[in-house]
């Protein structure tokens, strides 16, 4: 009896797929945990709550690039641009976002959504609790997201912490 023709068979072969495929869901964040090296970025807290999402802090990057320029924007404005990091102090900051990948150096990875860059680093998951007490605790301080990005730009998010030593909390 062939494996495919049996209802069993179907749903072993499908279910081995999709388990095939949650390596690849998570390469980028899995490549920047396992192999980056850690930037340390000032954030600040967006909103808290998404009812669809569950607790968590969105947030932003005041040193980073929030958009491509209008100018500089390549076809569409969709697809991936890369935002070099400098060193300011024990701080990183992101100058403006290029469509060529960096030489050297560290640089972000983004996907251009036309309004805003997405990096892979603007959520903060946590208990509702924690969540709205971070909010609150960034939003009253100075705090810094800790962040591992591997060589091809590929960030994950590791910790957010307060700057007066407050505390971090690690995801």
Same mark, same amino acid.
């Given at each position: ?14 279910? =081995? ?7 690849? &869901? ?12 850690? *930037? ?6 967006? +909103?808290?709550? +998404?009812? %669809?999402?569950? !607790? *968590?802090?969105? =947030? ?10 209008? #100018?500089?924007?390549? #076809? ?5 641009? *890369?935002?070099?990091?400098? &060193? ?8 403006? &976002? ?6 050297? #150096?560290?640089?972000?990875?983004? !996907? ?12 903060? %998951? =946590? ?17 810094? !997201?800790?962040?591992?990005? +591997?060589?091809?730009?590929?960030? &994950?998010?590791? !910790? ?12």
């Amino acid at each position: 009896m062939n494996v495919l023709t049996s209802r069993t068979g179907r749903v072993a072969v499908a279910s =081995l797929v999709q388990l095939a495929l949650v390596p690849v &869901a998570v390469a980028g964040q899995l490549s920047a945990r396992l192999t980056g090296e850690e *930037y340390l970025l000032e954030v600040a807290p967006v +909103d808290p709550i +998404d009812p %669809f999402r569950g !607790a *968590y802090v969105a =947030l932003a990057y005041p040193g980073l690039p929030d958009r491509v320029r209008s #100018g500089e924007r390549d #076809g569409d404005g969709d697809g991936d641009v *890369y935002v070099p990091l400098v &060193a300011s102090g024990d701080l990183w900051t992101g100058l403006p &976002a290029v469509h060529e990948r960096p030489q050297d #150096g560290p640089f972000l990875r983004c !996907a251009d959504e036309r309004w805003r860059l997405r990096c892979g680093i603007e959520s903060w %998951f =946590l208990p509702q609790d924690e969540a709205v007490a971070m909010e609150q605790a960034v939003g009253e301080g100075s705090a810094v !997201a800790r962040v591992r990005i +591997d060589s091809r730009g590929r960030a &994950a998010l590791v !910790a957010v912490e307060l700057r007066d030593g407050g505390g971090s909390t690690a995801g």
